[in-house]
């Protein structure tokens, strides 16, 4: 089996967004402080500017966190990373459940139950949380069937020889 790569929406989101809002700072922070000088003769202004490096610091940021943080299956184990993290690997022989809360209280990510009792929450694949709650957007619950399912058929194939 090939690997899988899944995304939460709010991964996908940051991903899209970052090239915008380095593109929103330099089509912005570029033009209007110039014509501002230019028509008022203040260089003051012109410290407008220093908001384009940090817009596209920011943009970029943004994009790496959205691609760097995902789930990626295997044949044999689920792996996760987000932006700050080392990738983590669970095997699927180590995972007895996988928890999928949709609640809107409650834990936020997808839990593994592990063999020997541990939980263990894949932090790459969360639901978005606001004023209401938790939100499950569909990449959560996209990557939350594919764990289930991909652990579901390595058992079928491999659990009962154990």
Known sequence: MQTQTFRS???T?????????????VLLFVPLPLVLWATSGDAAVLLMLLFVPVGLVAGLLLHL??????????????TWRTLTSAPRTVPFSAIQGVEVPTARRG???VRLHLRDGAVVPVTAVSMSGGEG????????????????DAHRRWWMHHGQRR
Not at 13 to 25: C, E, Q, S
Not at 133 to 148: E, M
């Open 9 to 11: 929406g709010a991964a």
């Open 13 to 25: 989101m940051m991903m899209w967004i970052g090239p915008f809002v380095a593109l929103i700072a």
């Open 65 to 78: 966190a959205g691609r760097r943080s995902r789930v990626e299956l295997a044949g044999d184990a689920v």
């Open 107 to 109: 834990p936020r990510s």
């Open 133 to 148: 709650g938790n939100s499950a957007d569909a990449g959560y619950l996209r990557t939350a069937q594919a764990i289930t």
